[in-house]
């Protein structure tokens, strides 16, 4: 069984940044983070797989970086110049490595004030 534990979400001005972290336990293939904002579907933000091959979806390229410490089995997000409408609560997700199984976090508030 993996268990995720985020940390690092907050709310920042807008052309802030925060970092999340994300710990697994267990086996990982890929990791990455989903957001939902209110009244609106989850999205994937950023991938990253076992071997460091990154995802990261159109409306956060250039500004948020997806990192992995496989000795750690952690998972980072850095995001900077942060906008109102990165405004979410932020999901970590891992696939399992053997099973391919999903996993989730239980995610983490973040808030850009303009």
């Known amino acids: 069984q993996v268990q995720l534990v985020e940390s690092g979400g907050g709310t920042v001005q807008s052309g802030g940044s925060l970092k999340l972290s994300c710990a697994a336990s267990?086996?990982?293939?890929?990791m990455g983070w989903y957001r939902q904002a209110p009244g609106k579907e989850r999205e994937l933000v950023a991938r990253?797989?076992?071997?460091?091959?990154?995802d990261h979806a159109d409306s956060v390229k250039g500004r948020f970086t997806i990192s992995r410490d496989n000795a750690k089995n952690t998972a980072y997000l850095q995001m900077n110049s942060l906008k109102p409408d990165d405004t979410a609560i932020y999901y970590c997700?891992?696939?399992?490595?053997?099973?391919?199984?999903?996993?989730w976090g239980q995610g983490t508030q973040v808030t850009v004030s303009s």
């Open positions: 997700y891992a696939t399992e490595l053997v099973t391919s199984t999903l996993f």
């Open positions: 267990g086996s990982i293939f890929s």
């Open positions: 990253i797989s076992r071997t460091g091959t990154t």
